[in-house]
C-alpha cells in the first residue's frame, strides 16, 4: 500500500494530464519499471520488455486499492478491454 498508493496517483495524474489509457498490462509493467527488485517477476518483465496479461488484476489487494482509490480521487481508469484486445492480437499473430 505505501508503494503502490504514490504510483496510483501517479498514473492517475499522467491519465489527466497526457491521456494515457491504462490496461492492466500496462499497469503491470509501469509496476516492474518501478518496484526496483530483482526478486520481482514483474522486474524482469519490464527489463525483457515481457508483457503480462493478468485479467483478474482487479480480483486481489490491486482492485483494493484501486477501489479505495476511486473514493479519494474519482476518475481512474482501467482499460481492461484493451488488454482483451492485446492478448488476441499476440495470438493472431504468433508463428506456428
Known sequence: EDWFAPLLNTM???QERDGTVWTPSKMIRR????INNEES???WCYKNDIPVYCPALTDGSVGDMIFFHS????GF???????IRGVNETAMKAKR
Open 12 to 14: 492517475h495524474d499522467e
Open 41 to 43: 517477476v514483474y522486474y
Open 31 to 34: 509496476m516492474g519499471k518501478e
Open 77 to 83: 481508469i482501467l482499460d481492461i478491454a484493451g488488454d
Open 71 to 74: 473514493y479519494k480521487r474519482p
